[in-house]
């Protein structure tokens, strides 16, 4: 929500894709959101530059990789918030772009190492069932009911976009946003 409320142009261009495609105040079901490419394309882009935990939980298992052994017991720690920002996997790293998904064929589930914010393999996040059917269908409500706005005066290339970092990643300022209903 921060993202589309710091780039205006997004927000605007999926509700107007939420407007034609489920019209305008309505609720969206899971049924919907893969008629909804832009905002999958959001969700994508989000995962990418703001994964839920930087760093992957850590692996013991005795594997090849590259050429290089890593012996039992070794821990890797898999740094997904430097992959996503990543210069030479992805084009302005750093902007909140989400129309570089909108031809792709790269997938959260873990099979491609560009993107990975469940994990991948046998130890992959098991909350991802659940997180790639809700997280789009409650977003795409949210921005299909209401009209948002940042509280007070703040102009949205004002807004801090500072991260906290811990096992989790949280801003470390919280946004504050007014819902307008419709």
């Given amino acids: 929500m921060a993202e589309l409320l710091k780039n205006l142009h997004t927000l605007e261009k999926v509700q107007k894709e939420l407007a034609q495609v489920i019209g305008r105040g309505k609720l969206i079901d899971e049924a919907d959101v893969a008629k909804l490419p832009y905002l999958r394309c959001i969700v994508k882009e989000t995962f990418r530059i703001h994964p839920q935990v930087p760093f992957l939980i850590p692996r ?3 594997v090849e990789l590259y050429g290089y052994t890593i012996p039992k017991d070794s821990q890797v720690l898999v740094n997904v918030w430097a992959i996503g920002r990543d210069s030479s996997l992805w084009e302005d790293p750093l902007d909140f772009k989400p129309e570089r998904f909108w031809e792709s064929e790269i997938d959260v589930r873990g099979r491609d190492f560009e993107l990975l914010p469940f994990g991948a393999g046998r ?27 940042l509280h007070g005066e703040l102009a949205p290339k004002e807004l801090n976009m500072e991260e906290k970092f811990g096992i989790t990643l949280a801003k470390a300022h919280p946004l504050l946003a007014v819902p307008i209903p419709l």
């Avoid at 130890?123 to 706005?149: D, E, Q, Y």
């Fill in 60 to 62: 013991k298992e005795d």
């Fill in 123 to 149: 130890r992959i996040c098991p909350g991802l069932p659940l997180a790639i059917r809700m997280i789009p269908v409650t977003l795409g409500s949210l921005l299909n009911t209401f009209n948002w706005k």
